[in-house]
């Protein structure tokens, strides 16, 4: 089974503060994702990669980075966290197109 | 660009009736569809997909899809539901030239199973 592993199920920071959110895929997956899913919003594409150091903006990129290093392993930094990026935050990972995308549990981010 | 639109953002439901959750998209270039499920505190997982084929595509738990070209649909339906169906629904699209298999959603659709 494909294994999506994201570091934190919870995780409480402060205005201002920069805030790293890891993830981990075992498939040797060439893409990988974050998203962030807000009530009635649905879930919303912030950053992608479709290979190791290549990185491309979703629909909300604003506020956010990515770094990937390894080809495992995407990164989502919220340079100075503000209130307005509490959510729930998803990484996925998945071969080619048309191929089913793959999700973690999520974090659950709060910024006070 | 695409757009996917879940026409119903709560579905109350009995347990044993059908249950119908509908989907509509907009793309200027053909998709591939996808329904995913989320269950409480989880992340999503795949139901179905519609790549190419017959146009009545089955997946797990019982549950199928059939996309409608003419009218851009992709409708969720399964005839006799479960407690353990109590969970959100999402509808997604991916086109089939794009590089880096993006997805978008639509909003979800929340289903609540009765006894």
């Known amino acids: 089974d494909v294994k999506v592993t994201q570091s934190s199920r919870y995780l409480v920071k402060r205005t201002g503060e920069k805030v790293f959110l890891e993830c981990v895929q075992d498939?040797?997956?060439?893409?990988m994702f974050w998203y962030r899913q807000d009530p009635g919003l649905g879930l919303r594409l912030i950053y992608f990669?479709?290979?190791?150091?290549?990185?491309e903006k979703g629909d909300i990129p604003e506020g956010y980075s990515v770094s990937r290093e390894k080809k495992e392993r995407f990164s989502l930094i919220l340079e100075s966290a503000s209130t307005n990026q509490t959510s729930m935050y998803l990484c996925?990972?998945?071969?080619?197109?048309?191929?089913?995308?793959?999700f973690g549990d999520g974090t659950r981010l709060s910024i006070l | 660009a695409q757009s996917v639109t879940q026409l119903d953002s709560q579905v109350p439901v009995f347990e044993e009736a059908p249950v119908e959750l509908r989907c509509n998209y907009s793309s200027s270039v053909s998709v591939y569809l996808f329904w995913y499920v989320q269950y409480p505190n989880q992340g999503l997982q795949l139901l179905l997909k519609?790549?190419?084929?017959?146009?009545l595509v089955k997946g797990i738990n019982g549950f199928e899809a059939e996309f409608n070209k003419s009218q851009t649909s992709f409708h969720l339906r399964k005839p006799s539901v479960h407690i353990s169906d109590t969970a959100e629904y999402f509808c997604a699209v991916n086109p089939i030239k794009a590089a880096g298999n993006k997805l978008t959603f639509g909003g979800g659709t929340r289903v609540l199973v009765k006894p």
């Open positions: 498939m040797d997956h060439e893409n």
């Open positions: 519609y790549l190419s084929g017959s146009t």
């Open positions: 996925a990972s998945s071969f080619d197109r048309g191929q089913p995308q793959h």
């Open positions: 990669s479709y290979d190791v150091k290549m990185k």
